[in-house]
């Protein structure tokens, strides 16, 4: 099994900055990409950036060019920077963890809160 953990969540006011980090432990060699999730009251769950193991980067449109994700394999670690933070960036964010394409592990979730 795969344990994913969260921190790094805030208030933070618009325009403002947070960085997310997530500690995997446990069976980590059943993992190759990793990334992160939000959702927002009332709203589903969607993808906000990817990172796979030779670290190539996907991200939702609504976050290009404000989020950037990364990987330290050394410390088993997938960090989300996020700049520029809008209202409508408040979520609760979600560690997640795939191989092959299929899910292997969640972790507990961090409440990212952006207002003034």
């Known amino acids: 099994q795969v344990q994913l953990v969260e921190s790094g969540g805030g208030l933070v006011q618009p325009g403002g900055s947070l960085r997310l980090s997530c500690v995997a432990s446990g069976s980590i060699f059943s993992i190759n990409d990793m990334g992160w999730y939000r959702q927002a009251p009332g709203k589903q769950r969607e993808m906000v950036a990817f990172?796979?193991?030779?670290?190539?980067?996907s991200y939702a449109e609504s976050v290009k060019g404000r989020f950037t994700i990364s990987r330290d394999n050394a410390k088993n670690t997938v960090y989300l920077q996020m700049n520029t933070l809008k209202p409508e960036d408040t979520a609760v964010y979600y560690c997640?963890?795939?191989?092959?394409?299929?899910?292997?592990?969640w972790g507990q979730g961090t409440q990212v809160t952006v207002s003034s």
């Open positions: 990172i796979t193991s030779r670290s190539s980067t």
């Open positions: 997640n963890a795939k191989l092959w394409g299929r899910d292997v592990s």
